[in-house]
């Protein structure tokens, strides 16, 4: 029974370590900028054709995952990515609008606390014109007021209605 269950333990501990291995991400190829320098990263991809230059986004994030402790909202990052990934294949800057609506227990990376690691992120995307949203229904729930939250964070009355009114001002919902 005891060489049973060591046996057990080993193949499972090699196979565990054989499934990382083979889901591993080679993110060598990602690199931040050049809107965002510290936080964004993204990658070039080979074969595909020029986004054109006369493209304009309005797209709108929809963040309910709250960050990991000590780390940056992922929701958040991604928006930076975008922003990131699209002025490096020649999309200007200005013909890119985004809006960050947040919503449940993400609206606490909103706070302006010293230990929040997302607000230096958010400040820097909110000096770039990324416009982050906080239901107010969540933000109610949570007992947080507007004081409590970064300078430059707008509050709706939901996050339903924040993604209705882009909806109306031709802003699409990103999924991701």
Do not use: W
């Not at 990376?109 to 929040?116: I, M, Q, R, T, Y």
């Not at 933000?139 to 009114?165: C, F, K, Q, R």
Request: hydrophobic residues 50%; charged residues 15%; contains cysteine.
């Amino acid at each position: 029974m005891k060489v049973t269950l060591t046996r057990y333990a080993i193949t499972a501990a090699v196979a565990a370590f054989l499934a990382s291995v083979a889901s591993a991400q080679d993110m060598s190829d990602f690199k931040t900028g050049p809107v965002f320098t510290d936080f964004g990263p993204h990658a070039p991809v080979q074969g595909i054709g020029a986004v054109p230059a006369d493209t304009e986004f309005a797209v709108a994030f929809d963040v309910a995952t709250p960050a990991e402790e000590g780390r940056r909202n992922r929701g958040f990052e991604s928006a930076a990515r975008f922003v990131n990934m699209h002025v490096a294949a020649g999309v200007p800057e200005d013909n890119i609008r985004l809006a960050v609506v947040v919503h449940g227990k993400a609206v606490n990376d909103l706070l302006a606390s010293p230990d929040n690691a997302s607000a230096d992120m958010v400040r820097a995307m909110l000096e770039s014109g990324v416009r982050f949203i906080v239901c107010g229904q969540s933000a109610a729930a949570y007992g947080i007021n507007h004081e409590d939250l970064l300078p430059g964070v707008e509050m709706a009355l939901s996050a339903m209605t924040a993604h209705a009114l882009l909806q109306q001002r031709g802003y699409t919902v990103n999924p991701f």
